[in-house]
Nanobody
Framework: QVQLIESGGGLVRAGDSLRLACAAS????????MGWFRQAPGKERELVAALTGSSKTLYYADSVKGRFTISRDNAQKTVYLQMNSLTPEDTAIYYC?????????????????WGQGTQVTVSS
């Protein structure tokens, strides 16, 4: 069983930055691929960024490329999402998720474990 706890959300202004963190309770954290998803009101949950256990393979949604950076610290069992140049369109609940098995990095259905989410609100 893997538990994920997100932190770092909040209310910011357009152009500001935020850093989200997701702490995992997993014996073999380094074997998990990790992803950050977000869900805005009335919209589907979408993958924002993801990376493999070794951080060798990364994925970013087109909407965040060049602005967001995903990273992980396997020793601390934590994954981060650095978000720069935030816009009101980034407003959503951000969820951390873990993928323990096979399946593509960019497909939501392969993620087994989910955090409770953290709210990010960007005002104009």
């Amino acid at each position: 069983q893997v538990q994920l706890i997100e932190s770092g959300g909040g209310l910011v202004r357009a152009g500001d930055s935020l850093r989200l963190a997701c702490a995992a309770s997993a014996r073999t954290f380094e074997r998990l691929a990790m992803g950050w998803f977000r869900q805005a009101p009335g919209k589907e949950r979408e993958l924002v960024a993801a990376l493999t256990g070794s951080s060798k393979t990364l994925y970013y949604a087109d909407s965040v490329k060049g602005r967001f950076t995903i990273s992980r610290d396997n020793a601390q069992k934590t994954v981060y999402l650095q978000m720069n140049s935030l816009t009101p369109e980034d407003t959503a609940i951000y969820y951390c998720a873990a993928k323990s098995g096979l399946g593509t990095l960019d497909s939501r259905r392969f993620y087994d474990y989910w955090g409770q989410g953290t709210q990010v609100t960007v005002s104009s």
